[in-house]
């Protein structure tokens, strides 16, 4: 893998992070959070348009008062329409409460927004979603019940949890299962890299198949912070997240064997500090990434990676596959 070209793309703020990207016709949209910092109260989402440049074309802000927005997520449904999902946190009231609930708003043109739309359960965190034929299927955590639900429905109706959880402590004795990211396959079978942050901390791969009663997991032995996956062959996957060095943290692509859950490393981003939160899409020979980080002045902002060298990864896949298995 070969790094052509990483651009500054976050308008200037405090702090801009937990990014995600997604092709919008002949352009991306990248979307982001910009706050004070990494756990303030008055987060906001930015969407770029960019060009395959790196050059930002137009940008639209979310702002919802009182309304602490997390972690933008975007996808597009079977129809092409854009949905953005974000993390939505309510500032307490007189009694000191607060509540917690996930929000989301769709485009037909990557410009214009449409109001948002409540759904979910309160202090349940679907992190992403993803889409089959009809629905969209999405794992949402809790962090006080130490659990990882499944959720399917539509993201501007509701979306309801899985009556078997698809990772605890409990049943799996596997702490803290949270961020996620999907595949979803033409059967609608999910295949999901989770992060956790107990015992091990390693990230764990697991698939099911409708019904979704069963979920078979697998230890990747690797921490991945904020994890992002997509298909790169039948059996191969490309994963970018948050890597710990021993010394430091970083933003870090590997290739993922998905059958036994091996990560090997590719590449390593330009990062430090508060950094990775990736988005990635595919096209052709080329990689195109979104990730933040503080590697330059301190300053945490959102970089926009254009990668090269797909095409000889999955040829060298095809051409040595016992190599991999």
């Not at 992403?128 to 639900?149: M, V």
């Not at 992060?195 to 032995?221: E, I």
Request: hydrophobic share 35%.
């Amino acid at each position: 893998m070969k790094i052509h070209q990483i651009s500054r793309v976050s308008s200037p703020a405090s702090h801009a992070a937990f990014t995600d990207l997604t092709a919008c016709g002949d352009a991306f949209l990248c979307c982001y959070r910009q706050a004070t910092n990494h756990v303030s109260g008055d987060g906001k989402i930015e969407i770029a348009r960019l060009n395959s440049d790196g050059n930002v074309l137009e940008r639209a802000r979310i702002v919802v008062p009182g309304v602490d927005l997390r972690d933008p997520k975007l996808s597009c449904d079977p129809n092409g329409r854009i949905w953005l999902l974000a993390f939505a946190r309510f500032q307490a009231n007189e009694y000191g409460h607060s509540d917690t609930r996930m929000m989301s708003w769709f485009s037909d043109n990557g410009r214009s927004w449409s109001g948002a739309h409540h759904f979910g359960e309160s202090h349940w965190w679907i992190w992403r979603i993803g889409w089959g034929k009809k629905q969209a299927y999405g794992l949402a955590y809790n962090r006080g019940l130490d659990r990882l639900d499944l959720c399917i429905g539509h993201p501007h109706k509701q979306m309801f949890r899985h009556p078997k959880p698809a990772m605890s402590l409990a049943k799996h004795g596997l702490g803290y299962p949270n961020e996620s990211a999907l595949i979803i396959d033409q059967c609608e079978q999910i295949t999901a890299l989770v992060r956790r942050d107990a015992d091990t901390f390693t990230a764990q791969l697991g698939q099911s198949k409708p019904p979704y009663r069963q979920w078979h997991w697998k230890s990747t032995g690797t921490y991945v912070g904020g994890p992002a996956i997509t298909p790169l062959t039948s059996s191969h996957a490309l994963v970018a997240g948050r890597r710990w060095t021993g010394r430091k943290l970083v933003t870090q692509l590997w290739r993922m064997n998905l059958s036994n859950a091996v990560l090997t490393p590719l590449i390593t981003l330009p990062s430090a500090g508060d950094n990775s939160y990736p988005g990635l899409v595919l096209q052709g020979d080329n990689l195109y990434m979104s990730y933040y980080s503080g590697h330059i002045d301190n300053q945490t902002r959102v970089y926009f990676a254009k990668l090269s060298g797909l095409n000889a990864l999955r040829r060298q896949l095809i051409d040595n596959p016992v190599r991999y298995n």
